[in-house]
């Protein structure tokens, strides 16, 4: 099955593109390690608590902010 991130690599390769991700569950995990930044955008605290490798943000404005400051690298 094609996974997010199989289409994350893809992208990569293919293209040539670096990818900024952010997911709410564990589906979303590989995606958010693949990419050049990732984070967790209003996922249960669960998963949060789970993960606590991957910068977890619950306001629009705080990952605007994140993926902005992503895209400077």
Wanted: aromatic share 6%.
């Amino acid at each position: 099955a094609h996974t997010k991130r199989d289409t994350v690599r893809g992208l990569q390769a293919c293209m040539g593109v670096e990818t900024i991700a952010a997911g709410d569950g564990y589906n979303d995990l590989e995606m958010i390690r693949a990419s050049k930044a990732g984070f967790l955008f209003r996922a249960p605290e669960k998963i949060k608590m789970e993960n606590p490798d991957v910068v977890a943000l619950d306001e629009y404005a705080d990952l605007y902010e994140a993926i902005m400051e992503a895209m400077k690298k």
